[in-house]
């Protein structure tokens, strides 16, 4: 077995990024204070051709270079918006015919591996602020919640580890390509 070259990938360039077909989902990133998070999450969104980023409240937004750092130029390749609000964010894509579904422990909540999806649907996931999580006002306006089935002693994962098992496992179940 051989470890193959960066040139032996074939990847797509960033323009060619823009052009290609995405995979019906948006993140919306709801008060993420770490510019490594959001630069994880941008490189995470780019690998599964995530259709946008909605960045909302004090989640930073590119260019920075800290964010550069993670993201390693994924922040100039996967298309971002910024909205103030989470909940306007929410409201916007449910009006634009995404189902909403909040990323949080919650009564209710649906297990990751229990999520079913519909490929002829669009869905948007909110992940939350790494100390508080998702604010409850934003979970209010969700159709739902997901949860990641956890068996240790901790209580949460960190964020950018939460976003990359989710999108894995939502790609795994709209790919389209």
């Keep these: 077995m ?23 989902l948006v993140i919306v990133l709801d008060d993420i204070r770490s510019l490594h998070n959001i630069g994880s999450v941008f490189r995470t969104s780019d690998a599964f051709r995530i259709e946008c980023i909605y960045l909302c409240g004090i989640t930073a937004v590119p260019p920075h270079p800290d964010m550069h750092k993670t993201a390693l130029g994924a922040e100039f390749s996967v298309e971002w918006k910024y909205v103030g609000n989470a909940v306007d964010a929410v409201e916007n894509l449910k009006v634009q015919g995404y189902e909403v579904y909040s990323v949080e422990q919650a009564e209710g909540s649906t ?25 409850q006002e934003v979970i209010n306006h969700s159709h739902g919640c997901i949860e990641i089935p956890q068996y240790g002693t901790k209580h949460s994962l960190n964020v950018s580890v939460t976003a990359g098992i989710v999108l894995w496992d939502l790609f795994k179940k709209l790919t389209i390509f």
């Design 111 to 135: 297990m990751l591996d229990e999520f079913e999806t519909d490929r002829t649907k669009k869905y948007a996931v909110v992940f939350g602020n790494e100390v508080k999580g998702v604010q």
């Design 2 to 24: 051989r470890k193959l070259k960066i040139t032996e990938l074939n990847r797509i360039s960033a323009e060619e990024f823009k052009g290609v077909k995405k995979l019906p």
